[in-house]
C-alpha cells in the first residue's frame, strides 16, 4: 500500500510507477487540459492517464512540457483504440499517440479493449515496441480473466497492468484475486462512478467520521486495496483535495463495509459485449 502520493508500486517486469495518479478522460483537449495537467504536476502528482480515444494527447504533451517537472519523473500512459488495433496498426498508432504528445518515449501502453479477433496481433506489436525500448511497460484494459487467460497463453511478456473499471458498486473480487496471483497491477477507472457514489450512507458516515469528502473515502479505499486509482477532475482544487487522503487510515471492518456495496453496476460497457 502506498503511504503518500508520490509512493510508487512495482510492476512484474521491475518498473515502478506512482500508485496514485491523474486521469484525462473526456477533459476537452487545449487549455483545459493542459491546465489540469499543471495544476496536478504542481500538486505532486506524478502520473498522467491518457488515451487516443480521449483526443487530448496533445494538451497533455503541452501540460507536460509547461510544467517544470522533469519528463523522467512523470508517469506517462496512452492506450491503442479499438480501430487501430492489429500488427502494423497499433505499431503506427503508438508513433502517432508518442508524436502527439511530444515525448520520446512513453511509461506504459495499454490495450483500450479487448477486441475479439485482434487484441493478441494487437499485443505482438505492443511487446516489439517493447522490446525495442520505446515503452518502459504494457499492459491491458477492461480485460476479463478469460480475455488474460487467452493473451497469456500466447504471449512471452506478461501484462503489468489491467486497468478497469472499479469501485464500490463494481468490486470485480474475482478479477482481482486472478490479477495479484499473476502478479498483474489492477488500476481503478472511473473509481467515483461518476459522482453517483457521494451519497452512498455507509460512505457519507465515514466521510463525516474522518472529516473528509465522500470522493476521499472512496479514494482512500482504493489505495487500501492496493489498486492504483487515476481520479479526474479539471479544477485544481478538487485535484489537491482527490489527493488529500493520506492523513488517516479505514479499519478493516470500514473496508469491508464498503466493499459490501458491490452491486456488479457499471457505467462502461461490460468488455464481453462492447463492441456489438
Known sequence: MIEQLQDTVTLNNGVKMPGFGLGVYKVEDGDVTVKSVKAALKNGYRSIDTASFYENEKGVGQGIKESGVPRDDIFVTSKVWNDQQGYENTLAAFEASLEKLGLDYLDLYLIHWPVKGKYKE???????????????????????????????????????????????????????????????????????????????????????????????????????????????????????????????????????????????????????????
Open 122 to 276: 494487437t499485443w505482438k506489436a505492443m511487446e516489439k515496441l517493447y522490446e525495442e525500448g520505446k515503452v518502459r511497460a504494457i499492459g491491458v484494459s477492461n480485460f476479463h480473466v478469460h480475455h488474460l487467460q487467452d493473451l497469456m497463453n500466447d504471449s512471452y511478456v506478461k501484462p503489468v497492468i489491467n486497468q478497469v473499471e472499479y469501485h464500490p458498486h463494481l468490486t470485480q473480487e474475482e478479477l482481482k484475486a486472478f490479477c495479484e496471483q499473476e502478479n498483474i497491477q489492477l488500476e481503478a477507472w472511473s473509481p467515483l462512478k461518476k459522482g453517483r457514489l457521494m451519497d452512498e450512507p455507509v460512505i457519507a458516515e465515514l466521510a463525516e467520521k474522518y472529516g473528509k469528502t465522500s470522493a476521499q473515502i472512496i479514494l482512500r479505499w482504493d489505495v487500501q486495496n492496493d489498486v492504483i486509482t487515476i481520479p479526474k477532475s479539471t479544477h485544481e482544487h478538487r485535484i489537491k483535495e482527490n489527493a488529500d487522503i493520506f492523513d488517516f487510515k479505514l479499519t478493516d471492518d470500514e473496508m469491508k463495509r464498503i466493499s459490501s456495496l458491490n452491486q456488479d453496476d457499471r457505467t462502461g460497457k461490460n468488455p464481453d459485449s462492447f463492441d456489438e
